[in-house]
């Protein structure tokens, strides 16, 4: 079982719909990424979490930290949101430069 | 927020050849850099942490005389592959942690190809 899980792995929307992406986690930690793969490669972070919730733009992070599970929502959804959404996780005490766990991402496509 | 880039963001070389990838943070000083490699449809995989001014530490499995890693500065990490062969054709990615901080920033990205 690995140690983050995300769901689904493959997700299609239409243009316009509210999106939810969720990610449990099964050991403690410091921190969430929740990170946005474009097909080129490149990979964004959209958030760090540790607690509560954070907003930008069109996007939302939830965090809860007793049931170890987040969610990434994404409002008016458009097929620039088309990507890989990755979720990873900073393990155990709070130190610079600790190492990431990911989850094995899920793929959003976006139909206009 | 803050900004890593890659160079080369891709390259094609011959099996034999050495390749140098650079990983700069540009607008912070990064106490630790990552690197990292990821093959078609699978995640990310850790291949060295590394701290500037000292050895790299490497994941298990990973080749430290294959895979030198040189964090000379605050701003800059190279990763070079030697002694290339066709099977370390991937997609190497690197990213930078801010001092005393845990986010993570990551590069573009570079697109290696071993013929």
């Known amino acids: 079982k690995n140690e983050v899980e995300q769901s689904p792995q493959n997700l299609t929307a239409q243009e316009g719909e509210f999106i939810t992406i969720n990610c449990s986690y099964s050991?403690?930690?410091?921190?969430l990424h929740w990170l946005q793969q474009h097909p080129g490669g490149g990979i964004v972070s959209l958030f760090m979490?540790?607690?509560g919730k954070k907003k930008h733009g069109r996007l939302i992070a939830t965090i809860n930290i007793q049931e170890k599970h987040s969610s990434l929502h994404i409002t008016a959804s458009h097929p620039r949101d088309s990507a890989v959404y990755i979720c990873a996780v900073l393990l155990g005490i709070r130190t610079s430069g600790s190492r990431l766990t990911f989850g094995e991402g899920t793929q959003l496509t976006v139909n206009p | 927020g803050a900004v890593v880039s890659q160079h080369p963001s891709w390259v094609i070389c011959k099996s034999g050849t050495s390749v140098k990838i650079e990983c700069r943070s540009l607008?912070?000083?990064?106490?630790?850099m990552f690197w990292y490699r990821q093959f078609p449809k699978q995640s990310l995989m850790l291949m060295a942490t590394s701290n500037e001014g000292s050895k790299a530490t490497y994941e298990q499995g990973v080749e430290k005389d294959k895979f030198l890693i040189n964090h000379a500065s605050l701003t800059l990490s190279t990763l070079t592959v030697t002694s290339a062969h066709p099977e370390d054709s991937s997609f190497y990615i690197c990213s930078a942690s801010l001092a005393e901080h845990n986010e993570q920033f990551f590069g573009p990205g570079t697109r290696l190809t071993v013929l």
């Open positions: 607008d912070f000083q990064a106490t630790t």
């Open positions: 050991v403690g930690i410091s921190a």
């Open positions: 979490l540790s607690s």
